[in-house]
């Protein structure tokens, strides 16, 4: 599939976005004390900016924005919709929260804001994995290991930006509770993203779609078919759009960048953050903000890689075997 | 409304014969014209006289080469049950042969294209099964051209949305077209007459009936999408002495009967 990047960065800032979101609504729930109030107001304003960056980015990938409003419709039957009406009502829990931290309100109303984000956050990744993992057209996507590679790289873009700007903003001068707890969280949540990965990478190697050529055009009864001559001589939407090819020598190399940047080095800097928080505030900074660039960076190779390695059954009309890795 | 709507009793669609197809695209012109200009219209091509034209067309024709199964034994292993299908009887000449293979809408009876759109551009019509895209409600999001395994909608980079096959729905209930003419511009137009317009939700229609007698079959029924129009296969070649065409080609010339000026040209173009 083509990656087109607006939409790349839709599900990376997005997810990031909502990672903080659920991290913070989780944070406030457990315990309204965690994170100080500016904290999580800056916290809060972050992950809004990243959710709605992302959303605004996917409109641009529409040709007819101005009617956008018209996907919050079709709820009932489509993820996409589905997605946005809990994007949109996301915000109304994230909205409220923000005036209850500038009021200066804490206890049950916090805690209760709270959790209602943390739910919507996840519930918007997991519509968002959900676009792509529902279509059955598209092997790399309509498999189990796609709505967990979302959530969890989610919530690794999350907890290594959160632990930034809660050393960021001074909070971090001791190991308390939130900083372990973030530092676990970003290994946590690289190591078994990127087993995840893995996992997918390895299940879009070794299977694939059922359709082929012989059944696309229910030739197969005859004996093998193979395309002589396509409809037209140029390019048209659908091989633009669908037909995408990303030679094996390429992507292997850009699965290795994707995992370094997830995994090894997310989790080495988060390694580093804490061990240096008593000692080194300043220097605990950097290394959380190392953590929270090279999972992004990661996030963008991961989620171009998502697109480019999915092979759409169409292609088999114009005799594109699949997979074509070869 | 892309909730689909109950399973309705007209089935609007095409039966198309692909033993009689001659792959002359006339299909796919007749349709470009009509749709170009019809209710559902234009059909928009960016740089069309240039180097790189692209555009819209609701119809694609393919041709594929069929080959003979198991001529080497490593794939008779690997498609053991299409060999034993071709063992049976498929027909296909020892030479293989040429299939041109229309692809258009199906106008299918459970699609994804329709369930996925978040807008509700993207419909089945309760009345006769007909797929449409709603083009004024379209926002251009290209997701039902990703769910769709057929390659139906073609997006417009000019319009900024979805654009499919109508099944000619501004000609087949035209009123103030002849009967005779209220058929797909597709269906009119073939020259060989290898696509046919009817009723497949009825089984005692002209297109039923047909697809019943040559045993007419689904695209990918795997994706579970249960597609309207059907294919009619190839019918059985004649089995013919396949030796035959290499007899012609062979070198037949009695050179020793020839006029001698013939057999001295003979004898240095030999040489």
């Known amino acids: ?189 690289a190591l078994s993203g990127v087993v995840c990965k893995r996992m997918y990478w390895q299940f879009i190697d070794t299977t694939k779609h059922p359709a082929t050529t012989e059944s696309a055009t229910g030739l197969g009864r005859f004996g093998h078919v193979h395309s002589v001559e396509a409809p037209h001589t140029e390019q048209n939407y659908l091989t633009n759009e669908m037909g995408f090819r990303l030679a094996r020598k390429h992507s292997k190399p850009l699965r290795a960048i994707a995992s370094i940047l997830i995994a090894p080095l997310p989790i080495m800097a988060a390694i580093a953050a804490w061990l240096l928080t008593p000692v080194a505030p300043m220097l605990m900074t950097v290394c959380a903000g190392i953590a929270a660039l090279s999972a992004t960076a990661g996030l963008f190779v991961e989620r171009w890689l998502f697109f480019a390695e999915a092979k759409h059954v169409v292609m088999l009309y114009y005799g594109v075997a699949q997979p074509d890795f070869a | 409304m892309t909730m689909l709507p109950p399973p309705t009793q007209k089935k609007l669609g095409l039966v198309i014969d692909l033993d009689i197809c001659v792959g002359c695209h006339a299909c796919a012109v007749a349709c470009k014209q009509w749709n170009d200009g019809g209710q559902f219209g234009p059909l928009p091509d960016e740089d069309a006289y240039g180097r790189e034209p692209l555009g819209v067309w609701f119809n694609r024709v393919h041709s594929y080469e069929v080959a003979e199964l198991g001529t080497r034994d490593s794939e008779l292993g690997k498609h053991a049950d299409l060999a034993t299908s071709s063992a049976t009887g498929s027909g296909l000449p020892a030479t293989g042969m040429t299939v041109h293979f229309p692809r258009s809408c199906l106008h299918c009876e459970t699609p994804d294209c329709v369930t996925v759109c978040p807008t509700g551009a993207s419909y089945k019509r309760a009345e006769d099964g007909i797929v449409l895209v709603d083009e004024d409600k379209c926002i251009g999001c290209k997701l039902c051209s990703w769910a769709c395994p057929y390659g139906a909608r073609e997006y417009s980079e000019v319009r900024g949305v979805m654009q499919k096959c109508t099944l000619c729905v501004d000609r087949i209930y035209n009123e103030s077209f002849d009967e005779v003419d209220r058929q797909p511009a597709c269906v009119m137009a073939c020259p060989t007459r290898a696509r046919h317009f009817g009723d497949l939700g009825d089984p005692d229609s002209d297109v039923s009936k047909l697809v019943a007698q040559r045993n007419g079959y689904d695209l990918m029924p795997e994706m579970g999408y249960k597609p309207v129009n059907k294919y009619l296969p190839p019918r059985p070649r004649r089995t013919g002495d396949t030796r035959r065409a290499d007899v012609v080609l062979e070198e037949s010339i009695d050179v020793s009967a020839a006029p001698p000026l013939l057999r001295w040209l003979d004898r240095m173009l030999s040489r």
């Open chain 1, 1 to 189: 599939m083509n990656p087109a990047l607006s939409v790349i960065f839709f599900t990376v800032a997005s997810g990031t976005g909502y990672g903080l979101l659920f991290l913070l609504g989780l944070c406030l729930a457990v315990d309204p004390g965690m994170i100080g109030r500016t904290e999580s107001l800056v916290v809060l304003a972050t992950g809004l900016v990243f959710a709605s960056a992302g959303l605004l980015s996917s409109t641009l990938h529409l040709g007819q924005p101005q009617r956008a409003w018209r996907a919050f419709s079709q709820w009932r039957s489509s993820w996409l919709s589905r997605e946005g009406v809990v994007a949109m009502c996301g915000f109304v829990p994230a909205l409220l929260l923000g005036m209850t931290l500038w009021q200066g309100h804490d206890g049950t109303v916090l805690r209760s804001l709270g959790a209602t984000l943390a739910i919507f956050a996840i519930a918007t990744v997991f519509c968002t994995a959900r676009i792509y993992s529902s279509l059955k057209t598209i092997h790399a996507w309509h498999n189990g290991f796609v709505l967990p590679g979302y959530l969890l790289l989610g919530l690794l873009g999350g907890s290594a930006w959160l632990l930034t700007l809660n050393s960021l903003l001074g909070h971090a001068t001791a190991n308390d509770i939130l900083t372990t707890g973030l530092s676990g969280l970003v290994i946590a949540a």
